[in-house]
């Protein structure tokens, strides 16, 4: 069942993108601040989410409406390959494959994001890190890419600043984690650029300068190929 909740209705000169998986809106910041008007799909709800909203299943919505929007992101729930659920033995659906036939469906320019556990699941992934785009935590996310959107590899400076254990309170001139339960919800915040967020979205979210990055060849993409639908 879907229930829309501050769907916009008037006419925006902007291009549409869909963040599929939203969670609290990490990726949907970037993406709004580099021009896209936003609309953000989860199957639980997300009143901490600040662009428009739909509560629904990612992949049922995406083969419906997908088309309807000019890019695509989803970011498919990661725990099925990440190091802490497998040591934990907690189970969990993989969703890579189904949301990528879904995604090749549309026809739209898109983009899917997950950890590096899920890396051989991935074609030819991008890995962005904190310090390429100045922010201070090293959080390696992986986006692979189709419908005519290219990324190219950036450079990956060495990581030279120490990073705090997990869980940890972070001392000074070291990088957090955000991982977990982690403490210094406040910094965490600051560093990553998500000042509405809490714990649970945070240690989930991509950094909004990783999603500004990539919406940037998504707009250049449109502005190329002529490719959007929004108008």
């Given amino acids: ?21 939203c969670c609290q809106g990490g990726a949907a910041k970037g993406y709004a601040d580099a021009g896209f008007d936003v609309t953000g799909v989860d199957i639980h709800p997300q009143p901490r989410y600040p662009y428009s909203f739909v509560q629904a299943e990612a992949v049922a919505f995406v083969l419906e409406h997908g088309a309807e929007f000019d890019v695509i ?12 659920q497998r040591l934990q033995g907690n189970t969990h659906p993989d969703l890579i ?11 739209r320019p898109w983009v ?35 419908g005519g959107l290219t990324l190219n590899q950036p450079h990956h400076p060495p990581h030279l600043v120490p990073q ?18 982690f403490s210094g919800v406040d910094l965490a915040r600051r560093v990553m650029g998500v000042p509405w967020m809490n714990r649970d979205g945070i240690r989930e979210c991509i950094p909004p300068a990783y999603t500004h990055h990539i919406g940037t060849a998504a ?9 959007g639908v929004a108008a």
């Fill in 97 to 107: 494959a189904p949301t990528r036939t879904a995604l090749q469906a549309t026809g």
């Fill in 112 to 146: 899917m994001e997950n950890v590096r556990g899920a890396v051989p699941k991935l074609v030819g992934p991008v890995m962005l890190c904190g310090p390429m785009f100045r922010v201070a935590t090293y959080r390696h996310r992986y986006f692979e890419t189709g």
């Fill in 1 to 21: 069942m879907t229930h829309a909740t501050h769907i916009r209705r008037d006419v925006d000169p902007r291009p549409r993108l869909l963040d599929l998986f």
């Fill in 73 to 84: 992101h989803a970011s498919p729930p990661c725990q099925h390959d990440s190091d802490c």
């Fill in 219 to 227: 707009l250049a993409l449109l502005t190329a190929t002529g490719l």
């Fill in 164 to 181: 705090a254990k997990m869980g940890r309170p972070i001392p000074p001139g070291h990088y957090g984690q955000f991982v977990g339960n």
